[in-house]
C-alpha cells in the first residue's frame, strides 16, 4: 500500500497553487502578480486564477496596491504545526535558561526543505540585539543554524557524526547572514525522528568577542544535549565535553 501511494500522482493545479505559496520568504514578504509571474514560470492569467482561489481560501491576501502577501490562514496553520510538534514545552525552558546565562537570544529552528524555520524564539532584554521572529523562513547556505541543519541532517539515521564535524561543534558564524550578526548552534536529534532542529544563541557580532564565545559553546552544546535526551535522543551520550548544568527559568 505504502508503494502505490507514494505512485499516486497529486494535483497539478493544487502543487502550482502551493508553488506560488512557496515564492513568499522573508525577503520577498510581498510580490506582485508580474512578480509572481516571472517567478513561478506561469503565465499571468494562469498566476491570476491561482491567486483568486488562494485568496478565497485565506492563504493570500491582496494589498491596496495590488500586491500579495500571505493570508491569515497560514498564520493558523503555522501555529498548529508548531503546537503539533510538542516542542515547546521541552524547548522554552532551554531557551530561557540560554538567555539568562547569556544576555543573548535563544532560538530552535527545524528544516523545512532548502530553509530554516524559527519555530521558538526567546529575545534578549538588551537594547540592542539580533531579532527573528518565530514562523520566519531563512535559507540554509548562511549562520550556524543553517550550517547545522545541513551538515547533520543524515547523522543519527543513516550514518554517524565524522570526528571532524563532532570537532566543530558548536558552530560558530560570525556576520554570515548579516555583516553585525552572530551565532552559536548545535544539533537536536529524537530517538525515532533523527535530526529534529538546532538550538542557537544569536546576537550583535560586536559583543560575540572570542572569548565571549568559548564561553558560550559549551552552554549551546549542553542546551542541544539536554534537550536530545529529553526527546530520547542519543546522540551526545558518548562525547566527552564538560558542559555546565543550565538552571532553568519558567
Known sequence: MAETALKTKGVEAVDKALHILSLFTADTPKLSLGEISQ???????????LLISLQQAGLVVMQPDKSYMVGPQTFRLGH?????????????????ALVLRTGESGSFFKREGNMRVCLFREDSSQVLREHVPEGEA???DKGAPGHVLSE???VDGTRPASDAQLARLPI???????PDIAGIAAPVFGAAQG??????????RTRFTPEVIEDMRPLVLEAARELT??????FYDDLSVRVP????VG
Not at 39 to 49: D, F, L, N, Q, W
Not at 245 to 248: A, I, T, W
Open 152 to 154: 547533520f541532517s543524515d
Open 245 to 248: 548544568r543550565l538552571d532553568h
Open 80 to 96: 498548529l504545526y508548531q503546537r503539533s510538534l510538542r516542542l515547546e514545552p521541552v524547548v522554552r525552558p532551554v531557551l530561557r
Open 172 to 178: 560558530v558564524s560570525l556576520g554570515q547572514r548579516g
Open 229 to 234: 535526551r529529553a526527546l530520547a535522543g542519543s
Open 39 to 49: 517567478r513561478s514560470g506561469y503565465v499571468k492569467s494562469t498566476a491570476m486564477r
Open 138 to 140: 531563512v535559507g540554509l
Open 195 to 204: 535530526l529534529v532542529g538546532a538550538v542557537t544563541l544569536s546576537g550583535p
